[in-house]
């Protein structure tokens, strides 16, 4: 095979881009950081780009922002409101298509459930899904209204969620009746029962409908998503937090046999990933990104939550296991 002889510049010029580019992020930090920043909404622009304070690290301080209107709102206002936002394929062959209009209303609707189950900002909220649309637009809910979420991995045990939990002190938890995985349907809700009952901080166990099972049920802690969703508000006003807010929670396997938990701020983390995606994706419009992780792993927070939604990006979602 022939190889084609490029001028110097024409070979290189990529990666002397790369280099120009960090070069000038390690001369002036502070300038590169707030020029990518802008690149996003904020509700009220930052007072001091980076508090250094080793070993702590405060980015965009004073600033305000919503991740959720980042995701969401913004795309609406423009041509994307009918753009795909997420094409959804389940195991058993279901798909869905959303479009950004469709995430805007479904992440509103279930926003306002949160707020009427008593969800307030700063409280925390453990997520124990199967990779199905719910799944991001609980995210994104929660962080529309300044709550923390943690994504408990749908294959954990009850254990496993239970130290999770409880280590937040989360208010709400969510699953689902069951997971297909591997032609197999997991008792989410049976596994999340006895979790539960480890964690008396949990106020309400909502469950999404998703492979039709009779699950057990314990009235006046449990709710169907679904029935809430009925009389669920059409808009909620995405609140303002501070950059360094918490967005979310997120714990290692831990190799000590306890789970660490891992704080994420809201500024710093999008304007990182809104970055990172562009420049390592190299993301374009027409763009259709399928990152194979689950959104149980912060791989999957970033590259098919936070980072491909904050562009505008289409998003596939797989719920079974890829291979």
């Not at 280099?19 to 920043?37: G, H, K, M, N, T």
């Not at 409280?123 to 124990?128: F, N, T």
């Not at 701020?265 to 999008?270: F, K």
Request: with cysteine; aromatic share 12%; glycine share 6%.
């Amino acid at each position: 095979m022939s190889q084609v002889s490029l001028p110097f510049e024409s070979r290189y010029w990529p990666l002397k881009k790369f280099f120009d580019v960090y070069e000038r992020s390690i001369r002036e930090p502070e300038e590169f950081w707030a020029e990518e920043a802008r690149k996003l909404d904020w509700d009220k622009t930052w007072d001091k780009v980076l508090e250094w304070k080793p070993p702590f690290a405060r980015w965009f301080v004073g600033g305000q922002l919503n991740a959720s209107y980042i995701c969401v709102d913004r795309h609406v206002k423009t041509w994307r409101r009918s753009k795909v936002a997420i094409y959804w394929e389940g195991e058993t062959g279901e798909t869905r298509v959303c479009s950004y209009s469709t995430l805007f209303r479904n992440v509103n609707h279930i926003a306002s459930v949160l707020k009427e189950l008593g969800v307030d900002k700063g409280d925390r909220v453990a997520l124990y899904l199967p990779m199905i649309p719910e799944l991001p637009y609980l995210m994104l809910a929660c962080a529309r209204i300044g709550a923390v979420h943690t994504v408990i991995f749908s294959g954990f045990s009850a254990q496993a969620i239970a130290d999770r939990v409880n280590d937040i002190q989360a208010k709400i938890a969510v699953t689902a009746d069951g997971a297909y995985r591997r032609g197999k349907i997991i008792p989410l809700k049976e596994i999340t029962d006895e979790a539960v009952k480890l964690c008396p901080s949990v106020e309400k166990v909502i469950v999404v409908k998703r492979t039709g099972e009779a699950v057990p049920w314990t009235e006046g802690r449990d709710v169907w998503l679904s029935s809430m969703l009925d009389g669920a508000e059409s808009f909620v006003a995405p609140e303002p937090v501070e950059s360094t807010h918490p967005l979310y929670i997120l714990y290692t396997s831990g190799t000590t046999g306890k789970p660490k938990g891992i704080v994420h701020s809201t500024g710093g983390y999008l304007v990182f990933n809104h970055s990172a995606y562009e420049w390592v994706f190299d993301i374009k419009e027409e763009s259709v990104f399928w990152c194979t992780a689950d959104v149980g792993w912060v791989t999957g927070h970033s590259s098919i939550v936070y980072a491909p939604l904050s562009h505008g990006a289409a998003i596939v979602l797989y719920e079974g296991a890829p291979d």
